[in-house]
C-alpha cells in the first residue's frame, strides 16, 4: 500500500534553515510528483510547491521563492522540503502529498499524504 | 485571506443533505476543470474526497459529490453521516504563472 512516512517534529530558532523528509513506499516513486502542504495552527492549507521525481523539477509558490527548495533521492524513494530564514509565521504542520493529474504541473490533486511534521519557530 | 472562499461553517442533521461552496475567479475555479475537495478530522492529514471536478476516488462513498458552475464549485454530502462532520477545504489549479495550487479558507461541517 502507497505510505509517505515524515520525518519528526522540530524546534527551530528564527532565522535558522529546516529540512523535512518524505519516505515513499508501495509505489514506483519516480512515477509522480510530490507537492509540500503546510497548515498553521488553526488556519486553512496553503500549496507550497512541488517536486517531480522523474526529472526533478520544481515549482515553487510565488511568496516563497529563494526560501525553499525541494530535492529528491530516487535512490531511497525519499523527498525533502528545506525552508530557510525561519520566521514565527512559518510555524505550521507540513505535509508532502503525492500528487496526480496531467504530467509536469501541480494542479491540486494530492490522493495520498504524509503524516505531518510540526516545525515550530521560537526563541 | 485565502484565494477561493468557503463559508466558515456548515451543518446539517443525519440523513440530510449539505451543500459547501467554493468561490474563485476566472483564473482558477472558473478557467479549469481542476477542483478537488479534501476532508480534513482533527490531527490529522486531509484526505482526497473529490478531483477534477466530480470524480470519486476509489473507496469514498457515492454520497459525497462535486460540481462547478462558472467560477464556483460546489461539494454535496448526502445522507449525513456522524463521521462526515471535518473540515473540508477545496483547491484549484491556478495557472502556472503566479499561483499554481489554491486552496479555500476551509468549511467546518458539523453534523447536528
Known amino acids: 500500500q502507497v505510505q509517505l512516512v515524515q520525518s519528526g517534529a522540530e524546534v527551530k530558532k528564527p532565522g535558522a534553515s529546516v529540512k523535512v523528509s518524505c519516505k515513499a513506499s508501495?509505489?514506483?516513486?519516480?512515477?509522480?510528483?510530490i507537492s509540500w502542504v503546510r497548515q498553521a495552527p488553526g488556519q486553512g492549507l496553503e500549496w507550497m510547491g512541488w517536486?517531480?521525481?522523474?526529472?526533478?523539477?520544481?515549482n515553487y509558490a510565488q511568496k516563497l521563492q529563494g526560501r525553499v527548495t525541494m530535492t529528491t533521492d530516487t535512490s531511497t524513494s525519499t523527498a525533502y522540503m528545506e525552508l530557510r530564514s525561519l520566521r514565527s509565521d512559518d510555524t505550521a504542520v507540513y505535509y508532502c502529498?503525492?500528487?496526480?493529474?496531467?504530467?509536469?504541473?501541480?494542479?491540486?490533486?494530492?490522493?495520498?499524504w504524509g503524516q505531518g511534521t510540526l516545525v515550530t519557530v521560537s526563541s | 485571506q485565502s484565494a477561493l472562499t468557503q463559508p466558515p461553517s456548515a451543518s446539517g442533521s443525519p440523513g440530510q443533505s449539505v451543500t459547501i461552496s467554493c468561490t474563485g475567479t476566472?483564473?482558477?475555479?472558473?478557467?479549469?476543470?481542476?477542483v478537488s475537495w479534501y476532508q480534513q478530522h482533527p490531527g490529522k492529514a486531509p484526505k482526497l474526497m473529490i478531483y477534477?471536478?466530480?470524480k470519486r476516488p476509489s473507496g469514498v462513498p457515492d454520497r459525497f459529490s462535486g460540481s462547478k458552475s462558472g467560477n464556483t464549485a460546489s461539494l454535496t454530502v448526502s445522507g449525513l453521516q456522524a463521521e462526515d462532520e471535518a473540515d473540508y477545504y477545496c483547491?484549484?489549479?491556478?495557472?502556472?504563472?503566479?499561483?499554481?495550487?489554491?486552496f479555500g479558507g476551509g468549511t467546518k461541517l458539523t453534523v447536528l
Open positions: 477534477e471536478v466530480s
Open positions: 508501495g509505489y514506483t516513486f519516480t512515477s509522480y510528483g
Open positions: 483547491s484549484s489549479y491556478a495557472g502556472s504563472n503566479n499561483f499554481h495550487v489554491v
Open positions: 517536486i517531480s521525481a522523474y526529472n526533478g523539477n520544481t
Open positions: 476566472s483564473s482558477d475555479v472558473g478557467g479549469y476543470n481542476y
Open positions: 502529498a503525492r500528487q496526480i493529474g496531467p504530467p509536469g504541473i501541480a494542479v491540486g490533486t494530492f490522493d495520498y
